[in-house]
């Protein structure tokens, strides 16, 4: 199993940047899909991006495409989420998780493992 520790969250005005990291312990992280998602308060749990287990195929939300970037390095146990042009609907808890399904899934459900989440806020 693998444990995401999800950091570099923080306040950021309309239109910046931030990247936030995924750091998973575990020996077996090369063979977990792993994908980002963010809650706002009071709305429901959203797929923000996946990456399969050896990079080669990724997939985004619809708000996200064009905007964010995932990576990640297998060799550090770490998958990336760069996010530019941020907007304040944006703002939200975003949350790392591991799923051991071979396909692509935006289902919250088809993820076995989740990190704490680390907060985004975006000012206008």
């Known amino acids: 199993q693998v444990q995401p520790v999800e950091s570099g969250g923080g306040l950021v005005q309309a239109g910046g940047s931030l990247r936030l990291s995924c750091a998973a312990s575990?020996?077996?992280?090369?063979?977990?899909?792993m994908g980002w998602f963010r809650q706002a308060p009071g709305k429901e749990r959203e797929f923000v991006s996946a990456?399969?287990?050896?990079?080669?195929?990724?997939y985004y939300g619809d708000s996200v495409k064009g905007r964010f970037t995932i990576s990640r390095d297998n060799a550090k146990n770490t998958v990336f989420l760069q996010m530019n042009s941020l907007k304040p609907e944006d703002t939200a808890a975003y949350y790392c998780?591991?799923?051991?399904?071979?396909?692509?899934?935006?289902?919250?459900?088809?993820?076995?493992?989740w990190g704490q989440g680390t907060q985004v806020i975006v000012s206008s």
């Open positions: 998780a591991a799923s051991i399904l071979p396909g692509h899934t935006t289902r919250p459900n088809d993820y076995d493992y």
């Open positions: 575990g020996r077996s992280f090369s063979t977990y899909r």
């Open positions: 990456i399969s287990q050896s990079g080669g195929f990724i």
